[in-house]
């Protein structure tokens, strides 16, 4: 059983910083893309980035140069570094990853959320 626990939310004011963390852990063979996903009040759930195994980042245009998610392979964790942030980035923030097995198949799985709001 593999398992993904974020970290790092918080109630920050409009302009300020957080560092959201995610460990991957349990019965790990392998894993392929990691990323974040966010779900505001109101609002359906969206991809907000996500990085390959080989480094290859995407983005949502809505945190281009204001976000940066990052991977320690080593320690099973991704990071996202949220500068600038926006009371429109208030959000239940996700990690989600995709977990590789022997056979070569894949599996995605996801964490429970950790609460980001942003005051104006």
């Known amino acids: 059983q593999v398992q993904l626990v974020e970290s790092g939310g918080g109630l920050v004011q409009a302009g300020g910083s957080l560092r959201l963390s995610c460990a991957a852990s349990?019965?790990?063979?392998?894993?392929?893309?990691m990323g974040w996903s966010r779900q505001g009040p109101g609002k359906q759930r969206e991809l907000v980035a996500s990085?390959?195994?080989?480094?290859?980042?995407t983005y949502a245009d809505s945190v281009k140069g204001r976000f940066t998610i990052s991977r320690d392979g080593a320690k099973n964790m991704v990071y996202l570094q949220m500068n600038s942030l926006k009371p429109e980035d208030t959000a239940a923030y996700y990690c989600?990853?995709?977990?590789?097995?022997?056979?070569?198949?894949?599996?995605?799985?996801w964490g429970q959320g950790t609460q980001v709001t942003v005051s104006s």
């Open positions: 349990g019965s790990i063979y392998s894993i392929g893309a």
């Open positions: 990085m390959t195994s080989r480094g290859s980042t």
């Open positions: 989600n990853a995709q977990f590789g097995s022997s056979d070569g198949s894949f599996y995605p799985s």
